[in-house]
């Protein structure tokens, strides 16, 4: 599973390298468009600001990666104690820590449970370190953006998310809904929150109860 959460990351990557070319080659067609049409203020305006605020949302990036890289990762007693063992009633059913430590990355996953179905995946990997460090910018270079699809199964959001900037998905189904939550909390941990039979709205109880646990 986690190898295959890493192909999704380069892919993101990938996207990401791909986006930021596409948004030069559209800003140069501009600047040759310019001399035979007259450009308002306005657009110009608009053009440095968003350059602008990449610019610094990419420098941000980079000081935060900087300092990542010189922590060390949590310990796994330290990460299984942000593991609750219950989330909005479930029980914890499995857990584990520590099971990517050959890549030098600490990660904690829980799984919650019911006998009515209701399920719960919570995933906690800490971006200290050099591995650790690189897939959080990856993901933070993500969520820089703010875009939404909608079908009539659910929705896929990129943006401000109870208080955090967050990628969030909620597909219908028969007998229910299926949601999921990615955002990083405190600049360092990725934070990952899979429900069935629940909304993203609910699964701000789960987000709460992280934020305000002992990760540092």
Same mark, same amino acid.
């Given at each position: 599973?986690?190898?295959?959460? $890493?192909?999704?990351? %380069?892919?993101?990557?990938? $996207?990401?390298?791909?986006? &930021?070319?596409?948004?030069?080659?559209?800003?140069?067609? =501009?600047?040759?468009?310019?001399?035979?049409?007259?450009? @308002?203020?306005?657009? &110009?305006?608009?053009? &440095?600001? #968003?350059?602008?605020? /990449?610019?610094?949302?990419?420098?941000?990036?980079?000081?935060? #990666?900087?300092?990542? %890289?010189?922590?060390?990762?949590?310990?796994?007693?330290?990460?299984?104690?942000?593991?609750?063992?219950?989330?909005?009633?479930?029980?914890?059913?499995?857990?584990?820590?520590?099971?990517? @430590?050959?890549?030098?990355? @600490?990660?904690?996953?829980? !799984?919650?449970?019911?006998?009515?179905?209701?399920?719960?995946?919570?995933?906690?990997?800490?971006?200290?370190?050099?591995?650790?460090?690189?897939?959080?910018?990856?993901?933070?270079?993500?969520?820089?953006?703010?875009?939404?699809? #909608?079908?009539?199964?659910?929705? !896929? =959001?990129?943006?401000?998310?109870?208080?955090?900037?967050?990628?969030?998905?909620? #597909?219908?189904?028969?007998?229910?809904?299926?949601?999921?939550?990615?955002?990083?909390?405190?600049?360092?941990?990725?934070?990952?929150?899979?429900?069935?039979?629940?909304?993203?709205?609910? /699964?701000?109880?789960?987000?709460?109860?992280?934020?305000?646990?002992? $990760?540092?």
């Amino acid at each position: 599973n986690f190898l295959i959460y $890493l192909l999704k990351i %380069q892919t993101m990557k990938k $996207l990401m390298i791909l986006s &930021v070319s596409l948004l030069v080659m559209a800003s140069c067609s =501009k600047e040759k468009e310019s001399e035979k049409e007259s450009t @308002s203020i306005g657009d &110009v305006f608009n053009g &440095v600001k #968003t350059m602008n605020t /990449l610019s610094n949302s990419m420098e941000d990036i980079q000081k935060n #990666t900087e300092r990542l %890289q010189k922590l060390t990762p949590m310990s796994n007693d330290e990460l299984k104690a942000v593991l609750p063992e219950t989330l909005l009633g479930l029980p914890r059913v499995s857990f584990s820590v520590g099971d990517n @430590s050959m890549m030098k990355i @600490s990660s904690a996953d829980a !799984e919650y449970k019911d006998e009515n179905n209701k399920n719960i995946k919570l995933k906690v990997l800490d971006g200290a370190g050099e591995t650790g460090s690189a897939m959080i910018s990856i993901l933070m270079m993500g969520l820089t953006s703010n875009s939404e699809k #909608t079908t009539q199964d659910g929705f !896929e =959001k990129m943006g401000d998310f109870n208080g955090t900037k967050a990628q969030i998905k909620e #597909t219908k189904r028969e007998s229910g809904v299926d949601s999921e939550i990615n955002y990083i909390l405190k600049d360092r941990y990725m934070i990952t929150i899979e429900g069935d039979g629940y909304t993203t709205e609910e /699964l701000k109880k789960v987000m709460d109860l992280i934020n305000g646990s002992s $990760l540092k």
